[in-house]
């Protein structure tokens, strides 16, 4: 492996030396290209692109219980009407993240762009979380979705044993590791295969969905908004089970540096594959409640499933099997491009140097993958992965609500930035607001577990004191720290 200094790219994707303090260098930067750099190379294409963002978003989810839209939103109507308002402004956040990445042309995703727009603590916090709880937690609980649904068609009969699910969870996990730390192109090529897979079932449920309505049952679809009102706290909480349902749109922003002609493919990507995940999600809800009412739906603990049952007898145990393959490529996705974000704060001086390392033959940040490695087998065997995670779920949304409020502030402190991709102001305002206002709610409705994870959150202050100001660290520390 070679060790790269603090560095960071600009627009021909060439690598500059970079500051020590964790600030970036000039956009305008004309300094030459280092020879003898190993460098990540440019393999994302656009169809790889659109395979990280589809295969990162359409998870388990869809498949297995969409029922918290419903349970909020108290109607089939009103929850077909969140489900596409969530995918409408989920393409507003991907579309300010397309001007993002075509303008500031640096892997990283939040990491960076609230680096360039609001300073180094405030991007340190970000990475903190990150890597300390959020990205272990949420890859143990897809994980786990993926170790429950491969072995589902051999325990039909039986409950699966936990342990059983632990541990094939834990070979799920090294899989992947050991995939995005040997090859950058069969990572992406084995995303495209699975992306393909998730279409696929979710064609599996459309079809025989369409079906059903043609053959004119829609007898779930009258009085579609009759039912329980929606109170004033369930609308917002639905609104934040769409937009974690949406959730992974962003994930391209965080291989800006691998992607090929990013002006151009970074936007081409992202509208494409939110178009396709929207019209898909909203299809696969309207197949549902042709063939399940909405009181069974909120009883199944797997929707699909018991969709499968019903419509397609033997042909259901294939259902399982979609599904575990769709959570190994949010896996996939997710490990994939958030790596990339440690190597560039490990780049920028904000982790330990032994994260910004490249093999040398393999082109891959081996460190950056494999550090998520012990962290995700201690939550899956050791944590409550999901109170973790609801801890924790607020934190994603203020950082995404502070990343676009970022490019607004940008085009203010920054007007002569090249913008290949620009937005009207109009759709990051609105946004951003959208992303604070759900943070806002979480705190009023949810005081306890929001406040816990707001006091996590919290610690990457005195963290970012402690590990990155304070210049008189003893020697063992620095040591420690690789430095």
């Excluded at 969530?86 to 300010?96: R, T």
């Excluded at 990155?468 to 720290?481: A, M, T, Y």
Aim: proline share 5%; net charge positive; aromatic share 12%.
């Amino acid at each position: 492996m070679y060790r790269k200094a603090a560095v960071t790219t600009v627009s021909n994707g060439s690598y500059l030396q970079g500051q020590a303090n964790g600030r970036l260098p000039s956009m305008d930067s004309e300094q030459p290209a280092q020879e003898g750099k190993v460098v990540l190379k440019k393999k994302v294409t656009l169809l790889r692109g659109i395979s990280i963002i589809i295969g990162t978003i359409i998870g388990a989810g869809i498949f297995i219980s969409p029922k918290g839209i419903l349970k909020n939103t108290g109607s089939v109507g009103m929850s077909l009407i969140v489900w596409t308002v969530c995918g409408i402004l989920s393409l507003f956040g991907a579309l300010c993240y397309a001007e993002l990445g075509t303008c500031i042309k640096k892997s990283g995703g939040h990491y960076t762009y609230i680096l360039e727009a609001f300073g180094p603590l405030p991007a340190f916090v970000r990475v903190w979380v990150e890597l300390l709880i959020i990205r272990p937690a949420a890859t143990a609980v897809i994980s786990l979705a993926f170790g429950r649904y491969i072995l589902e068609p051999f325990f039909m009969q039986c409950e699966i044993p936990e342990l059983a699910i632990k541990l094939i969870t834990a070979v799920g996990i090294t899989l992947v590791m050991v995939l995005n730390s040997t090859s950058v192109s069969w990572s992406a090529r084995i995303q495209i295969f699975l992306t393909f897979c998730k279409l696929v079932a979710i064609l599996i449920i459309i079809v025989p969905g369409v079906i059903q309505l043609i053959r004119g049952e829609t007898q779930y679809f009258k009085n579609a908004f009759a039912g329980n009102d929606a109170s004033v706290m369930g609308l917002p909480l639905a609104f934040y089970s769409g937009m974690y349902a949406y959730s992974g749109w962003f994930y391209l922003n965080f291989v800006t540096e691998e992607v090929e002609n990013p002006e151009k493919n970074i936007p081409l990507a992202i509208c494409i594959s939110m178009i396709i995940v929207t019209v898909g999600y909203v299809l696969t809800n309207v197949a549902y409640f042709t063939t399940i009412s909405a009181g069974e739906l909120l009883l199944s603990k797997a929707v699909a499933v018991t969709f499968a049952e019903r419509l397609m007898g033997n042909f259901s145990l294939a259902v399982p099997v979609f599904v575990a393959l769709s959570c190994f490529g949010s896996m996939n996705g997710g490990i994939f491009a958030v790596s990339r974000m440690f190597f560039v704060a490990s780049r920028e001086g904000h982790l330990p140097e032994i994260l910004s390392m490249i093999h040398v033959r393999k082109h891959t940040p081996l460190p950056a993958v494999i550090v998520l490695h012990p962290l995700t087998m201690i939550m899956l065997f050791t944590g409550d992965l999901y109170s973790l995670l609801n801890f924790l779920s607020f934190a994603r949304w203020l950082f995404i609500g502070l990343v676009v409020a970022g490019l607004i502030y940008l085009r203010y402190k920054r007007p002569d930035m090249p913008r290949p991709f620009k937005v009207p102001l109009f759709i990051p305002a609105l946004f951003s607001f959208t992303c604070l206002f759900m943070v806002a709610l979480s705190l009023y409705s949810d005081p306890v577990n929001t406040g816990i994870g707001f006091a996590i959150t919290l610690t990457g202050v005195p963290a970012y004191y402690l590990f990155i100001v304070w210049d008189k660290k003893p020697k063992w520390f620095r040591n420690l720290l690789g430095k």
